[in-house]
């Protein structure tokens, strides 16, 4: 069955350091997302990206965080400047229509010390 | 803004019938999902009501009324697998008119089932 698959599975970084968590999608998808599960808390929605280009971001993706498509199977996230606070469980997911249902990773969950 | 609301804990009997309910607030709403997680695993999808009424896969169902905000997940026949937490989340079109959804979680059921 296929499936997103999340790398690394848990990342260690220290604060101000970038870190790129990387996704890869089901083949056939074309709508992907970021969310974001702090420890114990809710799964909050960061970005949506269709076609290239960012479709909708939330509050929480502000200017230290980007998104890219960098070839045909990527989809990756990238934190600029970390902070204590981006400790989370990081979860990717793909559809195959903008209005289908989306698919999770396994995860992947960050520490900034 | 948007909000929902579910009971924080259940607690239900192997091979008993529970139902968490989901009442939401929210702009744009499109229609209402429930997701299952396991400790330290990811969403799983389960079920999706665009309409109002029930939908139902295996032992599981959701129910939605739009007038009324509110639906609701059914799980039928619980095994110790069932064990989780459950989140309904509804799907939002963004402001933007953008061509794909987000969802907004609640913040989740625990469900434990016991012998």
């Known amino acids: 069955e296929p499936e997103v698959t999340q790398t690394p599975s848990h990342q260690v970084t220290q604060m101000g350091q970038e870190v790129i968590l990387r996704c890869v999608p089901i083949?056939?998808?074309?709508?992907f997302y970021w969310y974001r599960q702090i420890l114990g808390q809710k799964v909050e929605f960061l970005v949506s990206?269709?076609?290239?280009?960012?479709?909708?971001k939330s509050e929480i993706f502000d200017d230290q965080f980007s998104v890219e498509r960098p070839d045909g199977s990527n989809f990756t996230l990238k934190i600029r400047s970390t902070k204590l606070e981006d400790s989370a469980m990081y979860f990717c997911?793909?559809?195959?229509?903008?209005?289908?249902?989306?698919?999770f990773g396994q995860g992947t969950r960050l520490t900034v010390v | 803004g948007q909000s929902l609301e579910q009971p924080s804990e259940v607690t239900a009997v192997e091979g008993a019938i529970v139902q968490i309910n989901c009442t939401y607030q929210?702009?744009?709403?499109?229609?209402l999902s429930w997701y299952q997680q396991h400790d330290g695993g990811a969403p799983t999808f389960l079920s999706y009501?665009?309409?109002?009424g029930l939908e139902e896969t295996g032992r599981f169902s959701s129910f939605l009324s739009r007038s009324d905000s509110y639906g609701y997940l059914l799980l039928q026949e619980l095994q110790m697998k069932d064990s989780a937490s459950y989140f309904c989340?509804?799907?939002?079109?963004?402001?933007?008119?953008?061509?794909?959804?987000?969802?907004?979680f609640g913040k989740g059921t625990k469900l434990s089932v016991i012998p």
């Open positions: 997911a793909s559809s195959d229509e903008g209005l289908a249902e989306a698919f």
């Open positions: 083949s056939n998808h074309l709508y």
């Open positions: 990206f269709y076609n290239n280009e960012i479709s909708e």
């Open positions: 929210t702009s744009g709403f499109y229609g």
């Open positions: 009501n665009g309409l109002d």
């Open positions: 989340a509804v799907r939002d079109i963004p402001p933007s008119g953008a061509g794909s959804y987000q969802l907004t």
